[in-house]
């Protein structure tokens, strides 16, 4: 080596500064696929993460419209029970003073009317309640 020209070191030289440079430009070209690769899978990351998030909203929404839904189904069979407690009341009433029995049936059809709401709300308490497992469970 210690005998190699002028020429053949700068040859050499010249050689290994070329191939420095075509790794680095091989090195630079791999770093911008492997940045641009990760830019495409962050932006589905993004893609997903906003359809997660919507879902959730979604959820929670139903989940609070049920809640909703109970809390007004339960006042409404409050209600409605008062509502049969004070005709069952006013009822014996006048089976006992012997009244009118048209007042009677009437309110006999009055009280039938709220025990068939009674079991509609008791049915739309039972849906409530099974989509709200329904939905504690997902």
């Not at 430009?25 to 990351?45: D, I, N």
């Not at 109970?70 to 006048?94: G, M």
């Not at 309110?107 to 329904?134: G, V």
Request: net charge positive; charged share 30%.
């Amino acid at each position: 080596m210690r005998y190699w020209s002028k020429e053949l070191w700068y040859g050499m030289v010249t050689l290994l500064s070329l191939l420095l440079v075509c790794m680095l430009v091989t090195l630079v070209h791999l770093y911008q696929e492997q940045q641009s690769e990760l830019k495409v899978q962050l932006k589905r990351v993004n893609t997903l993460q906003a359809e997660l998030d919507f879902q959730k909203r979604k959820r929670a929404k139903k989940f609070d419209s049920l809640l909703a839904d109970k809390r007004h189904v339960k006042r409404l069979l409050f209600t409605n029970q008062r509502t049969i407690d004070d005709l069952e009341a006013q009822r014996s009433r006048l089976i006992r003073t012997n009244k009118d029995t048209k007042l009677i049936n009437t309110i006999n059809r009055q009280r039938t009317m709220a025990e068939k709401k009674k079991r509609q709300y008791a049915e739309r308490m039972a849906y409530i309640e099974a989509e709200l497992s329904t939905l504690m469970a997902q």
